[in-house]
């Protein structure tokens, strides 16, 4: 028996479409993609379907209309409200997509995400409800930047995943607005996320590493040679969909890294 058809997509599917699209390549937006299935399943509807829908937000995507890419235009003013709406208030969008995500897999966010949420279990209140939304949004980022990057440091190509971060450029303390913008992600590997967030190293807007300074200290250590030298002035591999915004790299330089 196929799947119930229906003309019209609510909200609630809108968003969950959504969702998947910023966590799936664009090169995976087919029926056949077991991500795709799935969602179908969660909503009653074809694959098909929910790949058209997800062709639909790539035809509204900045990203693939200055590469002159269409996708299926034909949902365009279905789409459009929920992408207006995720770029003008980033972090209830996401974590209202989880919520629902949740209730569809007949669970909760604190279940689904138990072991992220582990350390704040002792949090009540508003509080806890705070801690709760920035470590979900926090792994959504991470999704959406590790896809960007193929799941692969842009430093070095490490494809391990516990030692990849999706590092910040514009910090997460310091700018709300832009805390879930892919465009304010990298990914690299624990040493270069941490020399990166501490103003160690920077990258210059034509995508270059700097070193700061004060690494020239520790010039005659092996170390330095192997994982700092060598990388000095080498280009960040190219992300698949979103590049760093020249102004957060900007920002980076004039207030992160460290020039003393």
Excluded at 28 to 44: C, D, F, N, Q
Excluded at 199 to 208: A, Q, R, V
Aim: with cysteine; glycine share 4%; charged share 25%.
């Amino acid at each position: 028996m196929g799947k119930r058809q229906k003309n019209n997509w609510s909200r609630e599917e809108l968003i969950l479409a959504f969702n998947l699209y910023l966590k799936i390549p664009f090169g995976k937006i087919s029926y056949r993609t077991p991500e795709v299935i799935y969602l179908a399943e969660l909503i009653g509807r074809s694959a098909n379907a929910a790949a058209i829908r997800l062709a639909n937000f790539a035809s509204v995507d900045p990203y693939h209309q200055s590469r002159g890419v269409k996708g299926m235009d034909g949902g365009i003013k279905q789409v459009q409200p929920i992408w207006d709406e995720f770029f003008h208030n980033q972090e209830a969008l996401v974590f209202l997509s989880e919520e629902i995500l949740a209730e569809k897999q007949k669970t909760t966010i604190e279940q689904k995400y138990q072991k992220e949420l582990l350390e704040i279990n002792d949090l009540v209140g508003e509080t806890k409800i705070r801690a709760v939304k920035t470590r979900v949004n926090q792994c959504v980022f991470r999704q959406m930047v590790m896809v960007n990057y193929s799941a692969k440091c842009a430093i070095t190509g490490i494809d391990i995943p516990e030692l990849l971060f999706a590092s910040h450029i514009v910090p997460w303390s310091q700018n709300e607005k832009e805390r879930l913008n892919p465009e304010n992600g990298i990914c690299l590997s624990a040493l270069y996320d941490k020399a990166f967030d501490k103003g160690l190293i920077g990258i210059n807007i034509d995508m270059k590493i700097i070193l700061a300074p004060k690494l020239k200290n520790y010039s005659t250590k092996d170390y330095y040679q192997q994982q700092f030298k060598s990388v000095e002035g080498q280009t960040l591999t190219a992300p698949t969909k979103y590049h760093p915004k020249q102004e957060f790299l900007e920002f980076h330089l004039d207030t992160i890294f460290d020039k003393s």
